[in-house]
């Protein structure tokens, strides 16, 4: 079992930056590709970004590719997402979630099924 909790939303002006935390207990996520997704209101659930295991291969939406970046350190059982150039149609809540299959490709994490998900934090940019 993993449970993940996120951290690190808020209100930012465009242009602003943020950056998320996820961090994991139960299960260390050294097992785990790593991802992060998003849902503004009314929208479907989108993929964000998700890291390997090691975090040495990563892997972006077109949609953020240059202004976000997903990181990890597996000492403290954390994942991050830095966020820089923030629009106001980056607003939503931002999940992190370890999939069904702990050894997939960060390229194939956006259509994947997730075993576990936090709870979400919002992120909130004004124009």
């Known amino acids: 079992q993993v449970q993940l909790v996120e951290s690190g939303g808020g209100l930012v002006q465009a242009g602003g930056s943020l950056r998320l935390s996820c961090a994991a207990s139960?299960?260390?996520?050294?097992?785990?590709?790593m991802g992060w997704f998003r849902q503004a209101l009314g929208k479907e659930r989108e993929f964000v970004a998700a890291?390997?295991?090691?975090?040495?291969?990563?892997f972006h939406a077109e949609s953020v590719k240059g202004r976000f970046t997903i990181s990890r350190d597996n000492a403290k059982n954390t994942v991050y997402l830095q966020m820089n150039s923030l629009k106001p149609e980056d607003t939503a809540v931002y999940y992190c979630a370890a999939p069904v299959s702990p050894y997939r490709t960060p390229q194939s994490m956006g259509g994947a099924p997730m075993a576990y998900w936090g709870q979400g934090t919002q992120v909130t940019v004004s124009s």
């Open positions: 139960g299960r260390t996520v050294i097992m785990y590709t």
């Open positions: 890291i390997s295991r090691s975090g040495d291969s990563t």
